[in-house]
């Protein structure tokens, strides 16, 4: 039955397709036999289609479990988030079955508005509402915000033992699930282990995949596509183990050595099920391109043996079920993608995603999606998806990233769109080879490409489409037998019992009543209080709770980017870059990590811009309109939010600079608030000038531009291009055309607006600003206009060329808001000064060009800082100069030091009470408390400054170790001891405290 209903839908593809059918045919790679049993031929290597049947939860085959539920939540009519994980929460406290299982929270049937984000992070916990027409549970997800409404799971790289077990075959092929090791010490039957593949250079060669076009960086680094897969040890014989799944890729020595690992402890969760559910998010409903609502209706990480079963996802920006690449065994079946809202452009409208092995997508449906059924970079499979249907699809479906290998497309159907395993080149940065050793089988689509890579091989056995590509085509336009590979693999390897287990999940009511969550939680838990470390200038230096701040200075990447995930953590910090569907470093940064490495590193203070450009593609530095949206991964994203109207350069539409993007300024705000937790500081770089001046690249993006805004701003179009360079930086500052002042000044009220309860804050005008004063002071006018009407006392700071500063602080009224001095632009040398002119159109690199006198000694700094704490000696001075030493910089005056972290308590408590003497030619810089004591940096050619000593007190001295910021006593002494003068003329750091 199965095949007669399909021979209509096929009829009129093969008519179509026939005269365009010019494919290779080839005879079929397998067959069934007389009894009924798969039959492989392998190539001349050994290389056969892998087994696909361990895709799914608990390895294929198992039907999902039956989970009693243990709480109901019925809806109120107000925002429920805190109500349903307040029930998560609870389930996750009760203890685990036999099975590994703790229950399910039940959704009543009804609208949930979930304002927030709904997290899973134990195992054994389902959540579960109704499905049927008319009587369904509904999760509105409410609000702004880039969010997966329910999150499932953590990161969750497994711990691996020390021992690396080589792999002793020379060549193990594709398909094989047995292999000899080195060692098989210490393995039994049912560990887990972990199988590498190395890449190489020598691979990349082969491949093709070490040169790209034009000199473009799009090449592959061989050494950085590696391999890995996941599996259980089913049986030891002799050397020689035996596996739960194939490996997908021949594992071969002339690339490097494989080898294995005993997974000895994972946190991955397992048994979580999310089931019976209708996902809708809410959105701009007069913006049908609008992006600032839910992007993903379920997301899994770190997790295994787990299943998504019946949700449907409507309106979402980016997919409704995604597989993370920790995450194993996992089904998800009969779910659907509706009525996408986003822009169409790249990294959308990807329907259902895994990066993950061993998923089985099953019966999920797919409409109006760019990218409807995907596999991520070195996705080591099996992954398959079965039954699985589109209409109006946008894209392309197959492989996005790096040579996924082990992926089935069983009985798939993409309405008008393009399946595809394939080659494909510099897409997202040289993705290059995206499928190999893959499968589309029994499917349909517009168009079917099918390539083979070098090494590998993929297959096309029973389409129907318009054909392209060298693969292996077999049996085009005609039926295969078996009808399924997948459920013929299963059969075979589990038996026929594994088939029924496929089939549709009925809902079953609970076995016994289940309690409300008023009965089980009757009072919710409050918000967590966290303790505040805000900080304050105190006296000309910046502290919290009475001490100096100390640790260096960290900046942001705002240009460039990887999604492969052993090249994206290559970049470094970026609070407002943005991976859709992923975090990590170089991703969406997780902000607790990103705290949580500037703790580690001793940095305190964080230099945020917007980024260069939002599009990678824009990497390339070409100043063309791009020919499509396709844009490329991670995004920098831009302070103004697209208005879903025209077409800006990068092919996504235009932006409307009156109004705002609100996930950037929220990771502003989230940022902010964590540092204050942790006692760090956002310094909050309003503007940023490389988007104006330099390579004329760097404009063509920029929302200020005609052809990117809605409004008017009249800059010249089109632009003023010399050569590849440009000069948009008199324009940018012109504050008296009417449309720009406007923006401007609306743009610098919402910097503030949305960081003004947050006092662990720095607001500078921006980044490399090399401007005129004229734009400084309207800058500082609108902050002291904001401030007058608000009544808000932000910390505001002075970044810019010498002459502009100076003029700035010679101003009372304008020198009045300016809390903090930052020198960035100008600085001393030992011998001279390198001070450029404020708004002379050059970029800061270009002025130091031109300059041969050198960079600032750590004493010329510090003269620096002293000089100007001792004009204005209650504004802190921070800086980005190199600190070359951070102790005559901090007892000169300077914020922001980077002191040793391990700093004697009592020696940090006496500097946070001290203050900056005024600096003298060849004295020591030196610090005095009220209390008397003295802390002094004498060496190169700074001596002492004996006459600061009371005649009538008595000193212990303290020499410092400025590596390490520990005191040791040398002893007490009277103020005209000899051996007190002789211990000052030995040492350069030392701290004497008055009895």
């Known amino acids: 039955m199965r095949r007669i209903r399909k021979i209509a839908t096929y009829l009129l593809l093969a008519l179509a397709t026939f005269a365009a059918c010019q494919a290779e045919q080839l005879k079929p790679v397998f067959r069934v036999d007389e009894a009924g049993r798969l039959v492989y031929d392998a190539d001349a290597r050994g290389n056969v289609v892998p087994d696909f049947s361990s895709a799914g939860y608990r390895g294929g085959g198992v039907s999902l479990p039956r989970v009693d539920a243990k709480v109901r939540v019925v809806p109120s009519g107000a925002d429920d988030t805190r109500r349903i994980q307040a029930a998560i929460d609870w389930v996750s406290s009760l203890p685990l079955d036999s099975r590994g299982i ?101 691979w990349a060669t082969d491949l093709g995949m070490d040169i790209a076009p034009a000199r473009t960086p799009f090449n592959w680094r061989g050494e950085t596509v590696v391999l890995r897969w996941d599996r259980v040890v089913l049986g030891i014989s002799g050397d020689r183990i035996l596996l739960d799944a194939p490996v997908t890729t021949a594992l071969d020595a002339r690339y490097g050595e494989s080898y294995a690992q005993k997974i000895v402890a994972s946190s991955a969760l397992s048994q979580i099920g999310v089931e019976d559910l209708s996902c809708v998010s809410e959105y701009d ?236 939680v009757p009072e919710l838990p409050r918000a967590e209080l966290y303790e505040k470390k805000s900080m304050q200038v105190v006296h000309g230096q910046l ?95 831009q302070p103004f939010a697209r208005s879903g109207v025209g077409k800006a350069w990068d092919g996504l539409s235009k932006f409307d600079l009156f109004e705002y993007n609100p996930w950037y300024f929220q990771r502003l705000d989230d940022f902010a608030e964590l540092a204050e937790r942790r006692g760090l500081v956002l310094v909050n770089e309003m503007f940023f000038q490389h988007n104006i001046i330099e390579s004329g690249a760097h404009w063509v993006d920029n929302p200020w531009r005609p052809v990117n805004a809605l409004q008017q701003t009249e800059f010249t179009e089109p632009p003023p291009f010399k050569g590849d360079t440009i000069q948009m930086a008199d324009e940018f500052y012109d504050i008296e055309h009417p449309v720009r002042r406007e923006v401007n000044r609306a743009y610098i009220r919402k910097c503030l607006d949305n960081l003004s309860d947050q006092r662990n804050v720095i ?116 800086t980005t100069l190199e600190i070359k030493d951070p102790w005559a910089y901090a007892l000169a005056g300077g914020s922001f030091a980077p002191l040793p972290r391990e700093i004697d308590s009592a020696l940090h408590e006496v500097l946070g009470k001290a203050r900056p003497l005024p600096g003298k030619a060849n004295v020591a810089w030196t610090m005095r408390s009220d209390a008397g004591d003295l802390v002094a940096r004498c060496g190169k050619g700074r001596t002492f400054d004996q006459s600061l000593l009371h005649t009538n007190f008595e000193y212990e001295f303290y020499s410092v170790d400025a590596k390490s910021g520990s005191t040791r006593s040398e002893g007490r002494f009277r103020a005209d001891s000899k051996t007190l003068m002789k211990l000052i003329s030995e040492h350069e750091l030392f701290w004497l405290r008055p009895i």
Request: net charge negative; with cysteine; aromatic share 8%.
């Open 543 to 637: 502290q919290v709770d009475g001490l100096p701040m100390i640790g260096s200075d960290a900046g942001i990447t705002w240009w460039r980017g990887r999604l492969l995930p052993t090249r994206a953590d290559q970049f470094g910090y970026s609070i407002t870059r943005f991976t859709p569907g992923r975090s990590g470093s170089g991703l969406t940064d997780d902000l607790h990590a990103v705290t949580n490495s500037m703790l580690e590193k001793g940095q305190v203070a964080l230099r945020h811009h917007y980024g260069l450009w939002y599009d990678r593609r824009r990497d390339d530095h070409q100043m063309s309109r791009r020919s499509s949206s396709e844009v490329w991964a991670p995004f920098y994203e």
């Open 285 to 520: 409903l007069g913006n049908s391109k609008d992006e600032n609502h839910s992007w993903v209706a379920v997301s899994l990480n770190g997790v295994v043996d787990s299943w998504v079963n019946n949700v449907t996802a409507t309106h979402f920006a980016l997919s409704a079920v995604r597989v993370g690449e920790d995450c194993r065994r996992v089904t998800v079946q009969d779910c659907s993608f509706l009525a996408p809202v986003s822009e169409i452009g790249g990294h959308r409208r990807q329907s259902f995603n895994t990066y993950g092995q061993q998923t089985l997508f099953l019966r999920c449906y797919s409409e109006d999606a760019i990218e409807d059924f995907t596999v991520g970079h070195l996705a080591t499979g099996p992954n398959v998806f079965l039954d699985c249907t589109t209409r109006m699809s946008r894209g392309t479906s197959g492989s996005i990233g790096h040579w996924a290998s082990g992926i089935l497309f069983d009985n798939v159907h993409v309405d008008g769109g393009i399946l595809a395993l394939d080659n494909r080149e510099i897409y997202n940065q040289g993705v290059g080879w995206a499928a190999a050793n893959s499968v589309i089988y029994q499917s349909s689509a517009g168009e079917i490409i099918t390539r083979r890579p070098p090494t590998a091989n993929n297959w096309a056995i029973g389409v129907w489409a318009l054909f392209r590509g060298d693969g292996t085509w077999i049996q085009t336009s005609e039926f295969a037998d078996p009808d399924s590979l997948y459920r013929a693999q299963l059969q075979e390897r589990v038996g026929e019992g594994a088939i029924q287990a496929l089939g549709p999940r009925l809902m079953i009511a609970n076995r016994m009543a289940v309690p409300e969550l008023e009965q089980v």
């Open 102 to 202: 703790r229950g399910a929270v039940e959704l009543a049937p009804g609208e949930f508005i979930v304002a927030g984000q709904l997290k899973i992070r134990a195992s054994g916990v389902s959540l579960r509402g109704f499905a049927g027409e008319g009587n369904e549970t509904v999760l509105i997800a409410a609000g702004e915000g880039r969010r997966d409404l329910i999150s499932v799971g953590s990161s969750a790289s497994p711990e691996l033992e020390a021992e690396r077990r080589s792999v002793l075959e020379g060549y193990l092929p594709v398909g094989a699930r047995e292999l000899a090791l080195s060692s098989v010490e210490g393995l039994s039957a049912g560990d887990s282990i972990r199988i590498t593949r190395p890449g190489s250079k020598l």
């Open 763 to 878: 607001h500078v005008i921006g980044a490399e600003y090399t401007g005129p004063l004229h734009f400084m002071e309207f800058w500082l006018d609108v902050v002291a206009e904001w401030m007058e009407e608000t009544g808000k006392d932000p910390v505001i700071g002075l970044s810019c060329p010498k002459d502009v500063q100076d003029a700035i602080l010679e101003d009372r009224t304008r020198a009045a808001i300016v809390d903090v001095v930052d020198f960035q632009y100008w600085w001393y040398t030992d011998s001279d000064v390198f001070a450029p002119d404020g708004g002379a159109s050059l970029a800061p690199r270009q002025e130091v060009r031109k300059w041969k006198g050198g960079r600032p000694s750590g004493d010329s700094l510090a003269r620096m800082v002293s000089e100007y704490r001792e004009r204005y000696p209650e504004k802190a001075v921070i």
